[in-house]
């Protein structure tokens, strides 16, 4: 079972999204161990906020061999091509940390040194589509990777 961190900044409010979380953490149960941590939002000036999620985020992105941050100008991939990638780092056995930023983001410094960035998507969308965006796209990689129906 191949361990996959996933770290959000706040919490999923909305039922419908709180339910196809759900959904996509018991379909991947068969292909990664997911590891869901949410961390609350900084408060106060946008800048401080993000400084001060960065300090609570770095020690959970040093605990892996390959930090991911979802942010508007990291790499967009098609499907297969994150499927290839996953499988990639899944055959040099590097632990995987996929970090969702709150509202603001994430702090440019920490940007700077986080080298693997993805984007899901050119268009803006909220935060808890997002993370089910997230999680339907590792199930639908692993799919790929395992020759599974799902994929079309």
Avoid: N
Wanted: aromatic share 8%.
């Amino acid at each position: 079972m191949y361990p996959i961190a996933v770290i959000a900044f706040g919490r999923l409010r909305l039922e419908p999204c709180r339910g196809l979380e759900r959904h996509y953490l018991d379909m991947l149960r068969p292909y990664a161990k997911v590891d869901l941590t949410e961390l609350t939002e900084g408060k106060g000036d946008p800048a401080r906020q993000l400084r001060e999620e960065a300090e609570r985020l770095r020690p959970r992105l040093k605990a892996v061999t390959c930090p991911v941050l979802l942010t508007p100008e990291g790499k967009l991939r098609d499907s297969e091509a994150l499927a290839r990638w996953l499988g990639e780092r899944m055959d040099r056995g590097e632990g995987l940390a996929f970090a969702l930023g709150s509202s603001h983001g994430f702090d440019p410094a920490l940007k700077a040194e986080v080298k693997e960035q993805l984007s899901l998507s050119p268009l803006t969308f909220p935060h808890e589509l997002s993370r089910v965006m997230l999680l339907e796209q590792l199930y639908r990689a692993f799919t790929i990777l395992r020759g599974r129906e799902y994929h079309k």
